[in-house]
């Protein structure tokens, strides 16, 4: 039980709020901590309060994804606490559990992912608070560039705590038709996954072994490669989500990322797909669009810290925008 005073320091913080917001001043509350310290009465009023999350936190999360109408299934989050056991975060409002992060520590970079906030506790400071929490478990680990991929909503508050644009994805839906020919990859063997990872690691500059081996191993007949004379070109990987099933990552060198998008789609005939495309591959874009698939919505991926120099040209599917 909380005390009738914090109680009422509580109600009365309300209240200058409410009073603040018809008069046209309306402060992003969390930004005001490095000015008057208020996040630790605010943290110890109980209003926010950020914890660890666990595999209980699980229907939380999924209650928040459908919510938000986002594809990721109970798989997606056990693999994010697997993952990171001890940067994924639970944001409370009033001691209500209403928010999520994760984080995802590749070597020297590290992503954050799955920032939500229930409908109802929005634009309160949570995701503020929540982002907050995870820089500052990230900046202990010491990683040199933390990167995510913002969607419209969450772009404002990202910039707010430094992070700045780097190139935009868009995300294409729909139903895949008949009629995509086959283009001559094959499944990959469980022996190759090392080799996929450092062809992956080369390409994208990051060493995503950790999520790799994790997304192929939950779904091996989802990976796919393709080889010229010997040498491995690329590879795509799928996986299934609860609106939709996901075509990525999908990293090659051209002409073979085409070839692996269009052995992906054709194995979806009929099925509805998400592909995030970075807008600068212009030839996935086209086949995307050749294949009638629709924008749904874009994402800016966005970066703190040291730049990462991937290159959007061999990224012919991002692997959504909670894994980069
Ligand atoms: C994007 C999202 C996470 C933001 O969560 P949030 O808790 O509302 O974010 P915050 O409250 O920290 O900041 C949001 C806004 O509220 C304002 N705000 C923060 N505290 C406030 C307070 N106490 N009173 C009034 N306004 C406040 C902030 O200044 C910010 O203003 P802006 O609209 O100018 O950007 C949330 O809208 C959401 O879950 N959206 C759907 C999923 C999504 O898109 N996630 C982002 C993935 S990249």
Redesign the pocket.
């Known amino acids: 039980m909380r005390s009738s005073r914090t109680g009422d320091i509580r109600s009365s913080l309300r209240r200058l709020?409410h009073t603040l917001?018809p008069s046209g001043f309306?402060?992003?509350?969390?930004?005001c901590v490095p000015l008057c310290d208020c996040r630790r009465i605010w943290y110890a009023l109980g209003m926010i309060s950020i914890r660890g999350m666990t595999i209980t936190d699980i229907p939380l999360g999924l209650r928040?994804t459908r919510q938000?109408g986002?594809n990721q299934l109970e798989a997606d989050w056990l693999r994010f606490l697997s993952m990171q056991p001890q940067g994924c975060f639970v944001g409370e409002l009033d001691g209500q559990a209403v928010?999520t992060t994760v984080t995802c520590t590749l070597g020297p970079v590290a992503w954050i992912a799955m920032?939500?906030?229930e409908t109802a506790?929005?634009?309160?400071?949570?995701?503020?608070?929540l982002?907050r929490h995870a820089l500052g478990f990230l900046d202990g680990e010491g990683v040199r560039t933390i990167r995510?991929?913002?969607?419209?909503?969450?772009?404002?508050?990202?910039e707010?705590l430094g992070f700045t644009p780097e190139y935009r994805l868009t995300r294409y839906e729909g139903i895949v038709p008949e009629g995509m020919a086959p283009g001559g990859t094959v499944e990959a063997v469980q022996r190759e996954y090392r080799e996929i990872v450092a062809f992956d690691q080369e390409m994208t500059g990051t060493p995503r072994e950790k999520m790799l081996l994790r997304l192929f191993e939950e779904s091996p007949q989802g990976v796919r490669i393709f080889r010229r004379g010997g040498r491995l070109e690329g590879y795509v990987s799928l996986r299934k989500g609860a609106n939709a099933t996901q075509i990525g990552p999908c990293i090659a060198t051209s002409p073979a990322g085409e070839v692996l998008l269009c052995d992906a789609l054709s194995l979806c005939t009929g099925l509805r797909v998400f592909i995030d495309i970075p807008c600068d591959n212009a030839p996935a874009v086209g086949l995307a669009g050749r294949c009638g698939l629709q924008t749904q919505r874009q994402?800016t991926r966005m970066c703190r810290g040291e730049p990462v120099h991937d290159q959007p040209a061999s990224i012919y599917a991002s692997s959504g925008?909670e894994k980069g």
């Open positions: 709020k917001a309306s402060p992003d509350w969390s930004s928040l938000a986002w928010a920032v939500l906030v506790a929005r634009r309160h400071g949570v995701a503020t608070a982002l995510l991929d913002a969607t419209a909503a969450g772009q404002p508050v990202y707010r994402f925008p």
